[in-house]
Nanobody, 124 residues
Framework: QVQLVESGGGLVQAGGSLRLSCAAS????????MGWFRQAPGKERDFVAT????????SYADSVKGRFTISRDNAKNTLYLQMNSLKPEDTAVYYC?????????????????WGQGTQVTVSS
């Protein structure tokens, strides 16, 4: 079992930055590949980024590539998402997720545990 708690969301102007954190407890964090997803009102939950267990391999959705950076600190059991050059279309609830397997996951169905989400709102 893995418990995930996101933090760091908020209101920011377009062009600004935010860093999301996801604190993990329970089952060994370092054994889990991790991901970030987001869901805007009335839309499906979309993939944002994923990271392997060691933190050396990452992959991003095209819409955030070059602006967002996913990272993890296994000693602190924490996942991060650094978001720069934010746009109004980045507005959504952001979720972190964990999966039992080592490799990347690009679909929400590939993840076993989810946090409660944190709201990110980007004003124009």
């Amino acid at each position: 079992q893995v418990q995930l708690v996101e933090s760091g969301g908020g209101l920011v102007q377009a062009g600004g930055s935010l860093r999301l954190s996801c604190a993990a407890s329970g089952r060994t964090f370092s054994n889990s590949a991790m991901g970030w997803f987001r869901q805007a009102p009335g839309k499906e939950r979309d993939f944002v980024a994923t990271i392997g267990r060691s933190g050396t391999s990452t992959s991003y959705a095209d819409s955030v590539k070059g602006r967002f950076t996913i990272s993890r600190d296994n000693a602190k059991n924490t996942l991060y998402l650094q978001m720069n050059s934010l746009k109004p279309e980045d507005t959504a609830v952001y979720y972190c997720a964990a999966r039992h397997r080592a490799g990347w996951g690009f679909r929400s169905s590939e993840y076993d545990y989810w946090g409660q989400g944190t709201q990110v709102t980007v004003s124009s």
